[in-house]
């Protein structure tokens, strides 16, 4: 009798404490769609085009934000994909050598680096010689905080092919290149293209790397890839400090149509990898 | 009679393991030749070592020599060996995301082995004829390749090959995955094929390497006991280990 009353207690320990750790998402989703969702709905369209309001007067829009994020995680995936498809390739086809070990390693680490860092190296070496904030310097910040995630997915797609598809395609007399890039490639495809995107979706909402790199733009839309950039995050984070009622509105606003964009490419992303079977 | 694969002082380590000592093989031009001998005793490991494929797995290291045709294939570049030297696998294994005239197409196409769109078809209709596989194919030929059964998969993956006409085919136990009946329209189909093409097959039955091939070799723990005729090595092994695997005391 008391076992089993002490086995009830212990499972429910166990459910209050998995709910108290799952309970903060859903707490962030519901405040944030509570306190977005009147300010969308009151600025409406221009909210999402236009510029940002003086200090007290209405809510004006976050237009140069969304389309700057929409540059820079752009501009990050021009130069960060490539290099880390090619990464990923190249730990996964000579996971023997010395430098494709080493890659695995530091790419592991690199996942968890603090991003604030990455912002503080891409400020030294091209926001002080350029001797401004620019899109060019935000995305590169961005560039390098997606890179591992894309190449470890990467990775992990090949790695994932059965031996035997790799031995049938070396058998018919193929390079290696065309073995990779021809065959092996077009197998992995769903793996890379799932990384790409959860790389995408991460730096979309990242603040850190931008703090020192890409300035912040709010009142005209976009001034050039050499000139300071807006992004979303880094709205929000300036005008919670800012002491305007409509600015903190604003804020709530933008997160809520931050929360969408990532969920945009999140959701269909969780949802479609059910459907890959490895 | 014209040797087409020869073995010299062949020797195979895994690490320090070594798996293959001192085999000395020829193999002789459009025959069936067959390798048989229990699980483990390194049939597979012998074969990937003609073609070269050995060298995919970085810990295995090779010694001594094998000929194609009396050249050295440790000479030639691995990827003229495969051209030449074909292969079949135990995991009948069609790309499973292309089309089954793209699994045939594939080696031609990336090799630039055609000029043509038309040449391309021609080549893949004749392939996949000879793979004894067009009549059941050719009205889905856009369909997936892992779309098809076992004994159909295998035989387009045979059909893959041959596309690309090498001279010399590996049969890595390619029945072993498949259904009696398959299986026999396999055999059936390797011994059409030897007209044409030599034909290494590796088996670990007994029955199978007495149905098809003209010569068999037994293999043993990496050494090679016995080799000759199928016939006379069969009616009159002249090894006690040779006598004691065909009678089934040892596998």
């Keep these: 009798m008391l076992r089993e009353v002490k086995e009830k207690l212990f499972l429910c320990g166990i459910a209050i404490m998995a709910a108290l750790a799952v309970l903060p998402l859903f707490h962030i989703i519901y405040s944030v769609a509570a306190r977005g969702l009147p ?240 | 009679m014209k040797v087409a694969i020869e073995t010299v002082n062949l020797r195979i380590y895994y690490g320090r393991n070594r798996v293959i000592e001192n085999v000395n093989l020829k193999i002789p031009e459009n025959v069936v030749f067959a390798i048989m001998g229990p699980s483990g005793c390194g049939k597979s490991t012998l074969l990937r070592s003609f073609n070269r494929l050995l060298e995919l797995n970085p810990n295995a290291r090779v010694e001594g020599d094998v000929r194609l045709y009396g050249r050295s294939v440790y000479d030639m570049n691995p990827i003229e060996v495969r051209r030449k030297i074909g292969m079949v696998f135990q995991l009948p294994n069609p790309f499973p995301h292309m089309s089954v005239f793209d699994n045939v197409a594939l080696g031609l196409k990336l090799n630039s082995l055609v000029k043509s769109k038309k040449e391309l078809h021609k080549i893949v209709e004749w392939a996949l004829k000879k793979a004894a596989l067009w009549d059941e194919v050719k009205e889905r030929l856009h369909e997936p390749g892992s779309a098809l059964s076992g004994g159909q998969k295998q035989r387009l993956c045979i059909a893959r090959v041959l596309a690309v006409k090498p001279k010399i085919i590996l049969m890595d136990e390619p029945t072993a995955n498949l259904d009696p009946i398959s299986a026999e329209k396999i055999e059936k189909l390797i011994c059409e094929l030897k007209k044409e093409l030599t034909i290494v097959i590796v088996t670990h039955s007994p029955a199978q390497a007495a149905r098809i091939s003209d010569y068999v070799a037994f293999l043993y723990m990496g050494k090679l006991i016995e080799v000759g005729k199928t016939k006379e090595v069969f009616e009159d092994p002249k090894e006690k280990l040779t006598k004691e695997y065909l009678t089934g005391k040892i596998w």
């Excluded at chain 1, 065959?183 to 293209?193: E, P, Q, S, Y």
Aim: zero cysteines; charged letters at 10%.
């Design chain 1, 39 to 278: 300010v969308l709905l009151k600025g409406g369209l221009k909210f999402l085009s236009g510029t940002l309001a003086p200090p007290g007067d209405g809510l004006g829009g976050i237009g140069p934000a969304i389309l700057g994020t929409f540059i820079l995680t752009s501009l990050a995936s021009l130069i960060g994909l490539p290099i880390a498809v090619m990464t990923g390739v190249y730990a996964a086809e000579y996971p023997e050598s010395i430098l494709g070990r080493l890659t695995r390693s530091l790419l592991t680490i690199m996942m968890e680096f603090p991003t604030i860092l990455v912002g503080l190296f891409v400020m030294q070496i091209l926001v002080i010689p350029m001797g401004s904030y620019s899109a060019i310097a935000g995305a590169l910040a961005l560039a390098i905080v997606m890179m591992p995630y894309v190449a470890v997915y990467t990775e992990e797609a090949f790695k994932n092919i059965p031996f035997t598809y790799r031995e049938a395609a070396f058998g018919l007399g193929l390079t290696r290149f065309k073995v990779v890039f021809r065959v092996l490639a077009r197998m992995a495809k769903k793996g890379i293209v799932t990384g790409m995107l959860i790389g995408m979706a991460k730096v979309a909402g990242e603040t850190a790397p931008l703090l020192f790199t890409a300035g912040g733009l709010n009142r005209i839309y976009f001034a050039g890839i050499d000139r300071p950039v807006g992004a979303i995050p880094l709205l929000i984070y300036n005008l919670v400090q800012q002491p305007y009622e409509n600015y903190h509105e604003i804020a709530w606003g933008a997160s809520l149509v931050l929360l969408l964009i990532f969920l945009a490419i999140f959701l269909p992303l969780r949802l479609s990898l059910k459907e890959v079977k490895l």
